[in-house]
């Protein structure tokens, strides 16, 4: 089954602990990103990257990394927390940038 | 930048109500289009898209959208609405975005809650 799967799906954590939430899809895809959804905003993107290595910036990137090692994973990585973070995050992937992307389960972060 | 306007944000219907959600966005060259659904705790699922050609777009159940260029909006109807169409709805444009690069933007999102 055609699937991006994102761990772990709720974390409460605190301010300034290093946190990574995983993605990963199985449909070979090159492209996947990032996006935090806040109420009132829609989702806004985080990080994209269109292949192997390649990474770029989205419209909210501070306080945010990632890389992109293998073609499957997408890891997001916060490297010190803050409460302004706490939002539900989503991973997504498609075939190429343009195209319908498919949308993980959401990962919904507190930071305290 | 881009920017997508979804200026419904919640709407209420009566189940068998015809439903019309508004988007506008504000790229003047090529975009691609689409709508995006969310049920309640559920991620985000592709209603339809709209790349080239027919300006109205048919998708899955029941959904259909009419891109109109002259007024830079693609509109999600349905004619009869059901009670399992209670969910969140997403407009999304692909068209360069703050870094000049193409990149999909969403709207704010439209909650619709149908009564039954």
């Known amino acids: 089954e055609a699937q991006v799967t994102q761990n772990p799906r709720y974390l409460i954590t605190v301010t300034g602990k290093k946190l990574t939430v995983t993605c990963s899809q199985n449909?070979?895809?090159?492209?996947m990103s990032w996006y935090r959804q806040d109420p009132g905003l829609g989702l806004r993107q985080i990080y994209y990257?269109?292949?192997?290595?390649?990474?770029d910036k989205g419209d909210v990137p501070e306080g945010y990394k990632v890389s992109r090692k293998e073609k499957r994973n997408f890891p997001l990585i916060l490297e010190s927390p803050s409460p302004n973070q706490t939002s539900l995050y989503f991973c997504?992937?498609?075939?190429?940038?343009?195209?319908?992307?498919?949308f993980g389960d959401g990962t919904r972060l507190s930071i305290l | 930048a881009q920017s997508v306007s979804q200026h419904n944000h919640h709407v209420i219907l009566s189940e068998a109500a015809s439903l019309e959600l508004g988007c506008n966005y504000s790229?003047?060259?090529?975009?691609?289009l689409f709508w995006y659904v969310q049920y309640p705790g559920q991620h985000l699922q592709l209603l339809l898209k709209?790349?080239?050609?027919?300006?109205l777009v048919k998708g899955i159940k029941g959904f259909e959208a009419e891109f109109i260029k002259s007024k830079f909006s693609f509109n999600l109807r349905k004619p009869s609405v059901q009670w399992s169409d209670t969910a969140e709805y997403f407009c999304?444009?692909?068209?360069?975005?703050?870094?000049?690069?193409?990149?999909?933007?969403f709207g704010s999102g439209t909650r619709l809650q149908v009564q039954p």
């Open positions: 997504a992937s498609s075939s190429q940038k343009n195209q319908p992307q498919h």
């Open positions: 449909m070979n895809h090159e492209y």
């Open positions: 990257s269109m292949n192997v290595e390649v990474t």
């Open positions: 790229y003047g060259g090529t975009v691609n």
């Open positions: 709209y790349f080239s050609g027919d300006p």
């Open positions: 999304a444009v692909n068209a360069p975005g703050k870094s000049g690069r193409r990149a999909l933007t």
